[in-house]
C-alpha cells in the first residue's frame, strides 16, 4: 500500500472540541490521516472536508501540519487564551511513524511546555518514549494525562485491526515507562469487539495484564460503527471471519450493538475492574470553563 504524504502549512491549530462526555474542550492535530490504520477508526469521516475518501484514503494519504509549532506557539501566547486542557491528536495517532521524520509532535509538546499548557494525549505508538524527557519535566508542575490505547491482548487479532500499531505487549511495556518517569498514565481498553475480543478469557487477561503496569484508570468503551468504518469493517469481516458476517450485520443495524449484549459487557467489565482493583478516569484538572463531567466509568 503505497502512501503519500502531502506537507502543508496551516492557519490555526486550536480547535474547539464540544462533547460533554470529554475532559477537554480544545484539540490540537499535527496531523490528518493515520497510518496506523485501525479497521474501526471513528476520524475517518475527517478526509471527506479534504474531498478525499474516507475509506481509503484515510491511511494513504496523510497530511503533514509542517508549521504547526510556530502556529501553536502564536495561539498560545495570545494573551486572550486561557490555559485550559488540550487533547493533542483528536483525529489522528500523534506518533504515527511520520513523527519520527517530521517531528512536529514533540515540537507541538515543546510549545506546550513553554506556556505550561495542560493537556492529555492518546496513543498506540511507543515511539512516544522518545519525548518522555519532555512529558516528565512538564509533568512535575502542569497537567499531563497521557492515555494508552489497547483493545485486544490477542495479538493475532490486534494485528489485523491494528495493523500498524505497536503490539499489545509493547503498549504495556510503555505504560509502565511512563509511569515509572512519574507521568500520569492512563488505558483505554478498546474497542471491544462482540464475537471478536470479548471472551471471558481473553477479558480475564487483559485486566490481568493491564493491573500489572498499575496505570492511574482504566476506561473501557465498546467498538462503535459510524457509517464510514462501518462498511470498511464489514469488508473485513467478510474477507476475514465470513462466518460472522452475519453476527455482525445483526448487531451492528445501527451504530452500536443491541442494548442487552451492552449492558452484559458493561456489568462484566466493572467487576473485571474491580477485581483488578482498577480505578474509573477522575481528572484532577480542574481549571476548565465548562462544566464537563470529570469521572468516566466507561465508553458505552
Ligand atoms: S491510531 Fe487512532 S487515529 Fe490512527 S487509525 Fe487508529 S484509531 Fe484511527
Redesign the pocket.
Known amino acids: 500500500m503505497k502512501t503519500t504524504y502531502i506537507e502543508q502549512n496551516s492557519k490555526s491549530i486550536l480547535h474547539k472540541i464540544d462533547n460533554p462526555r470529554l475532559p477537554f474542550n480544545w484539540g490540537a492535530n499535527p496531523y490528518r490521516g ?1 497510518l ?3 479497521i474501526y ?1 471513528y ?1 475517518r469521516y475527517t478526509h471527506r472536508y479534504l474531498d478525499l475518501d474516507p475509506e481509503s484514503d484515510f ?1 494513504t494519504t496523510i497530511i503533514i501540519k509542517k508549521n504547526a509549532a510556530q502556529i501553536l506557539r502564536k495561539e498560545l501566547s495570545n494573551p486572550k487564551w486561557i490555559k485550559e486542557l488540550v487533547n493533542l491528536g483528536s ?3 500523534p506518533y ?1 511513524p511520520i513523527e519520527r521524520k517530521y517531528q512536529i509532535t514533540r515540537e507541538m509538546l515543546k510549545e506546550f511546555s513553554r506556556y505550561k499548557v495542560p493537556f492529555t494525549i492518546a496513543t ?1 505508538s511507543n515511539l512516544i518514549s522518545r519525548d518522555i524527557d519532555i512529558i516528565a519535566e512538564m509533568s512535575k508542575d502542569t497537567y499531563v494525562d497521557v492515555v494508552i490505547s489497547i483493545s485486544s491482548i490477542n495479538d493475532q487479532i490486534r494485528k489485523q485491526i ?1 495493523p500498524r ?1 505497536t503490539s499489545t505487549q509493547g503498549r504495556l511495556k510503555l505504560a509502565e515507562e511512563l509511569s515509572s518517569f512519574g507521568i500520569n498514565v492512563g488505558i483505554l481498553l478498546m474497542p471491544i469487539i462482540p464475537f471478536l475480543n470479548d471472551s471471558d478469557e481473553d477479558l480475564e487477561e487483559l485486566f490481568s495484564e493491564i493491573s500489572k503496569v498499575k496505570p492511574k484508570y482504566v476506561i473501557p468503551g465498546i467498538m462503535y460503527l459510524t457509517s464510514s468504518p462501518k462498511k470498511r469493517f464489514l469488508e473485513f469481516i467478510e474477507m476475514v471471519y465470513p462466518k460472522l458476517l452475519s453476527n455482525f450485520k445483526d448487531y451492528y443495524k445501527g451504530r452500536s450493538p443491541p442494548k442487552s449484549y451492552k449492558e452484559s459487557l458493561y456489568k462484566k467489565l466493572m467487576k473485571l475492574r474491580q477485581k483488578y482493583n482498577l480505578h474509573e478516569y477522575k481528572s484532577s484538572y480542574t481549571n476548565t470553563s465548562s462544566n464537563n463531567q470529570s469521572k468516566l466509568d466507561s465508553w458505552f
Open positions: 493515520c496506523h490504520s485501525c477508526c476520524a491511511e483525529i489522528c495517532d504515527q498506540k491494528e500499531a
